[in-house]
């Protein structure tokens, strides 16, 4: 019978700092801990430490070829983490850490195979919320820190999406509050010449090409020779049926959904622009036409609609410009 989770709070000092010192105690003795970052919430263990790393794909059920990030607290920890540091990546740090920017290296001898999927290259990150710097810091090391969530599923951006998704899996659980960004990082391969992002994320790649002059979007999207998560066909799926559609209005909404054997009744409209009325769907709900704010609350809206235990899920596609191609990216592979 799985365990329930505990859940710790960190609405005060005093129980921030209580909630450090039991994540790292759990963490230096191998295990795993459900955390925020501004992204998502991670599901973190030592990285230099492989049978905790490894416990992370079962509690998941995480394919074996699908690598994790590395996450750090400073440079210099970053630096320990890879075999060559780049002028680029002392640039892209400059510019863009702490924040949702993972950068793609050659690995350290010290990074476990278990992390890489076995690959030459290492995805490394420095994060921006305040709970998983204090946890780096107290421990020592860097966390391998994939989403909080059962493998392919919608990713977690509150405390309470873990539970749910990983149940007594995630033991541990601290609450930092919703996630401030809300997608997963963007992730820059800096071993090919130009540097390619190989998963869109809200550092889009004209803000990257501003820093390096040339930035190469895409990358294949395959089951094998990974180099960074998030490129599986199908992934952040929600358990309802997800489809991205334009529509004129409410009437050409219905039709489509009609044609789609969607019944209304049993499909949760997540919409932007083109607002259709309340009556006859399950529901619906509004997210700004801003691609900061859209991401903010995308997943957590996906999570809403599961729990109302909708057939359907419909989506109002986003713009194509580069500030919605992380959340363009996240949407596609939902719905795969």
């Known amino acids: 019978m799985d365990r329930f989770p505990e859940i710790l709070p960190t609405d005060?000092?005093?129980?921030?700092?209580?909630?450090?010192?039991?994540?790292?105690?759990?963490?230096?003795?191998?295990?795993?801990?459900?955390?925020?970052?501004?992204?998502?919430?991670?599901?973190?263990?030592?990285?230099?430490?492989?049978?905790?790393?490894?416990?992370?794909f079962v509690a998941k059920g995480r394919p074996a070829n699908n690598p994790i990030i590395v996450h750090v607290a400073s440079r210099e920890m970053a630096r320990a983490c890879v075999a060559a540091w780049p002028p680029a990546a002392e640039r892209l740090a400059d510019a863009f850490w702490p924040g949702p920017l993972t950068l793609v290296l050659p690995r350290a001898a010290r990074i476990p195979d278990v992390v890489t999927a076995g690959g030459p290259t290492v995805g490394v990150r420095w994060p921006a919320h305040p709970f998983i710097q204090a946890v780096i810091r107290e421990c020592g090391?860097?966390?391998?820190?994939?989403?909080?969530?059962?493998?392919?599923?919608?990713?977690?951006?509150?405390?309470?999406?873990?539970?749910?998704?990983?149940?007594?899996r995630a033991t541990l659980i601290v609450d930092g509050g919703p996630c401030a960004v809300g997608i997963e990082s963007t992730v820059l391969d800096l071993t090919t010449t130009p540097a390619r992002v190989l998963r869109p994320g809200m550092i889009h790649d004209v803000s990257l090409a501003a820093v390096l002059g040339n930035v190469a979007a895409g990358a294949g999207g395959g089951s094998a020779g990974l180099r960074s998560p998030g490129q599986l066909p199908k992934h952040y799926a929600p358990k309802a049926r997800l489809l991205i559609l334009e529509w004129r209005n409410e009437d050409d909404l219905k039709q489509q959904l009609a044609n789609?054997?969607?019944?209304?009744?049993?499909?949760?409209i997540v919409a932007h622009t083109r607002i259709p009325g309340g009556a006859g769907f399950a529901g619906v709900s509004v997210i700004p036409h801003d691609a900061e704010a859209f991401a903010r609350a995308c997943y957590a809206e996906l999570h809403r609609c599961d729990a109302a235990g909708v057939a359907a899920i419909i989506v109002e596609a986003v713009p194509a410009t580069p500030e919605w191609r992380g959340i363009a990216d996240r949407l596609r592979r939902a719905a795969a």
């Open 260 to 268: 789609r054997q969607s019944p209304p009744s049993r499909s949760w």
């Open 141 to 168: 090391f860097p966390l391998a820190a994939p989403s909080a969530n059962a493998s392919n599923r919608l990713s977690p951006t509150s405390a309470e999406h873990v539970g749910r998704s990983l149940g007594g």
């Open 12 to 56: 005060t000092p005093a129980r921030f700092a209580a909630a450090v010192k039991r994540a790292a105690e759990r963490l230096r003795a191998g295990g795993l801990v459900a955390l925020p970052t501004e992204t998502v919430y991670g599901l973190a263990a030592n990285a230099f430490d492989a049978a905790a790393v490894a416990a992370i």
